[in-house]
């Protein structure tokens, strides 16, 4: 008497191992848009320096 169910254990482990590596695509691709988005923010932030720091040298 074999105790596997409706999957058997091969496609079980196959189906585990697409989750796992679907899991690992998705927050690859999140670290990537947040790092992408962090790097727009900092060159925002040192475009709006520069330009508050030139727009106080010109008024002097």
């Not at 690992?24 to 992408?36: N, T």
């Not at 932030?45 to 727009?55: H, N, T």
């Amino acid at each position: 008497m074999s105790g596997r169910g409706v999957i058997g254990d091969k496609w079980s482990m196959r189906i585990l191992w697409a989750c796992a590596i679907g899991s690992a695509i998705g927050l690859y691709m999140v670290a990537a848009e947040r790092q992408m988005q962090n790097r727009n923010r900092m060159l925002a932030e040192s475009f709006k320096a520069m330009d508050s720091d030139s727009s106080n040298g010109e008024e002097v």
